[in-house]
């Protein structure tokens, strides 16, 4: 149903609600109980009931059915929010019982609640959590001046949809990545100034795109661009431009995820279209950076028939319909979960699951 791609790792959320994860695990980042790397798909410990998975660099986070988050992995800075800040092998449960669902950023996570509440928790040095102070381990709520629709978590900043389609941004700033047109870190959120009418968003490192319009969906992007990622045939940061219209305005109607420095859409044909950034190891499978998105044919070789897709930092990962998982990009440790180390240009099946 959904999968999470994060670092050196990647998981995936079945309908039933179990997760498996699968990569690099160091620092417990696949739940399993140990500290044993997997190639292949394995079953997170005690969570059979998720609606909602995220993966942060070496972190992941789900929400349970009953409303509560749980996460594992690296627990540095208190991004598990247990209250703690160390690793953990399994899921860890937050005080968070009411969340509809869950975004992780590279160190921080935020918790999207009932009644459009914002929870963050983790990380704090740029003012990624939207509040006053240093790390925290466990959530607190963030400020806002209407109900949040949608959430996403960046490499050092954090970005928030509210319900009258105007968004806010907040922490790292270097690359324009909170759109108020200045290079200032913030701790708090500000508004992105071009912003309006959008539905969601997704941020990536150091950038962010968000589905905007109506009828006609499209996408407009901001932040850095060193790869191409904003999507717009450049390579210049903006504080918000739209990417490519001909192309975007009929690939983004469902779904965009953004990773380290490249991102994907959706489109409403349930197909995973490629589309704009670096790719270097495959995240996007040419072996040059792709600075508009390519056409719908070009864009079916990534994942025909997806129903869910998440970019990481150097591989991607779809969710088909027929319940099957591909991943691909750079192979090392594991991350593509088909039994092997090696890169892919082309999407290969994940071993493991059920």
């Not at 490629?274 to 270097?280: E, F, H, L, P, V």
């Amino acid at each position: 149903m959904q999968v999470a791609a994060g670092s050196d790792f990647s998981c995936a959320r079945l309908a039933g609600g179990r997760v498996y994860c699968w990569g690099a695990n160091a620092v417990g980042q696949l739940g399993r109980g140990s500290a044993a790397a997997s190639n292949t798909a394995v079953q997170v410990m005690g969570l059979e009931d998720a609606v909602d998975l995220d993966a942060g660099t070496v972190h992941a986070c789900a929400v349970r059915a009953t409303g509560r988050v749980v996460c594992w992995g690296d627990g540095g800075n208190g991004r598990l929010g247990d209250g703690f800040k160390m690793d953990r092998l399994a899921p860890v449960e937050t005080a968070v019982t009411d969340a509809v669902r869950v975004a992780t950023g590279g160190e921080h996570t935020c918790a999207l609640r009932v009644g459009g509440l914002l929870s963050c928790w983790g990380r704090n040095d740029r003012g990624q959590l939207g509040v006053a102070g240093g790390d925290l381990a466990v959530a607190t709520e963030v400020t806002l001046p209407l109900r949040v629709v949608d959430v996403s978590g960046g490499g050092k900043h954090s970005c928030a949809i509210l319900e009258d389609g105007s968004g806010l941004c907040w922490g790292e700033n270097g690359a324009r990545q909170l759109g108020d047109g200045s290079m200032t870190d913030r701790g708090a959120p500000t508004v992105v100034t071009t912003l309006a009418a959008a539905r969601d968003v997704a941020s990536g490192g150091d950038f962010n795109c968000a589905r905007v319009g109506g009828a006609r969906v499209q996408v407009a992007c901001w932040g850095g661009n060193a790869g191409g990622q904003l999507g717009d045939g450049s390579t210049d940061r903006s504080a918000a431009r739209r990417a490519d219209r001909r192309r975007v305005s009929r690939m983004a109607r469902s779904q965009l995820t953004a990773g380290d420095a490249a991102t994907l859409a959706r489109g409403s044909t349930t197909v995973a279209l490629c589309s704009a950034g670096a790719s270097n190891s495959g995240r996007v499978p040419r072996r040059r950076h792709v600075l508009r998105p390519p056409d719908a044919r070009f864009g079916r070789r990534c994942a025909a028939a997806s129903v869910h897709v998440s970019a990481g930092a150097e591989h991607t990962c779809a969710a088909r319909g027929d319940g099957t998982a591909l991943c691909w990009g750079t192979g090392a440790d594991g991350r593509l979960g088909n039994d092997d180390t090696v890169d892919s240009l082309v999407p290969v099946a994940v071993v493991g699951l059920p």
